[in-house]
């Protein structure tokens, strides 16, 4: 019997949908299968607890890593958050066309900017000038947060515009109509409308950051210690892979999967998040 184009074409999507799904299951197996023998070995307290990273001595301590990762990207949204909004807001909403007709082809254009190249920007750029303006010597958590807040920005200025512009024109209409002013209207109006697409923007943005490592590597000073400030030096967990995987074998590579699997979950977990928030437009009106 011989099968409609219609029928053909949907089987080759089924297949393509179940090997992407295969491979996502292959490399979860693989990750788990490499970096769970030292878990068992050591104690998940002492990995996931422990302060000190010393390979030669056995000890695996992987909390200055979590630390330093969770520091860097809370610093990229402090920095990158406002900064993006403000500017979807502004190119949605009160840009002249020709202004905005230049701006969103340069952020397009950040958006495919190699990662090291903005490394390569902080190291020479940023480093020296908070080395000279707030002290320390410049790798430092501010540092990566700052070349992370820049690379964040074109993920979160395209999707909370597209957000913004998806709100009825019915809504904003209304408002201005009852006599409220083009800032009422967006603070309380447009921007509840649209608070899903942003939300969703910022989870984006944050696993992005989470997720980054050669731009880390270059202006964070990769020391395996808890910062106890903005300006002391720190390690990611993907910079922490990239440096070690080199050279480790035995319990260290073993360890080096383990940090592999903590940022697997921690990804995982946030783009779960993305798939919890309303996509409707106006589900904060309805709730």
């Given at each position: 019997m011989r099968l409609r184009p219609e029928k053909t074409i949907e089987i080759f999507l089924l297949l393509s949908a179940l090997t992407a799904i295969l491979i996502f299951l292959l490399i979860c197996v693989f990750i788990f299968i490499e970096g769970l023998p030292v878990i068992h070995k050591y104690g998940l307290k002492n990995i996931m607890g422990g302060n000190l990273w010393d390979p030669v001595n056995s000890a695996f301590g992987l909390l200055p890593m979590i630390m330093g990762s969770v520091y860097v990207a809370a610093g990229s949204l402090i920095i990158g958050v406002p900064l993006g909004i403000g500017c979807a807001i502004f190119l949605a909403e009160m840009a002249p066309r020709q202004i905005a007709g230049i701006i969103r082809p340069a952020i397009g254009l950040l958006a495919g900017i190699p990662s090291v190249v903005y490394g390569?920007?902080?190291?020479?750029?940023?480093?020296?000038?908070?080395?000279?303006?707030l002290g320390g010597m410049g790798f430092s958590v501010l540092s990566g947060s700052i070349v992370l807040a820049i690379m964040i920005l074109p993920t979160i200025i395209t999707i909370s515009e597209?957000?913004?512009r998806a709100v009825p024109k019915e809504f904003k209409k209304g408002s201005l109509a009852l006599g409220a002013n083009h800032w009422q209207t967006i603070k309380t109006i447009i921007l509840p409308a649209a608070s899903s697409g942003i939300v969703t923007s910022v989870v984006l943005g944050m696993g992005r950051a989470v997720g980054e490592t050669m731009a880390i590597v270059l202006v964070t000073g990769n020391v395996a210690?808890?910062?106890?400030?903005?300006l002391d030096p720190m390690r990611t967990l993907t910079a922490h892979i990239a440096i070690e995987t080199g050279y480790a074998s035995g319990d260290h590579?073993?360890?080096l999967f383990t940090?592999?699997?903590?940022?697997?979950?921690?990804?995982?977990?946030?783009?779960?998040?993305?798939?919890?928030?309303?996509?409707?437009?106006?589900?904060?009106?309805?709730n």
């Open positions: 390569f920007y902080g190291l020479v750029v940023i480093v020296p000038l908070i080395r000279e303006l597209h957000s913004i210690i808890i910062p106890g400030s903005f590579a073993s360890a940090a592999g699997i903590v940022l697997f979950i921690f990804i995982l977990i946030l783009n779960s998040l993305v798939l919890l928030i309303p996509q409707k437009v106006g589900d904060s009106f309805e």
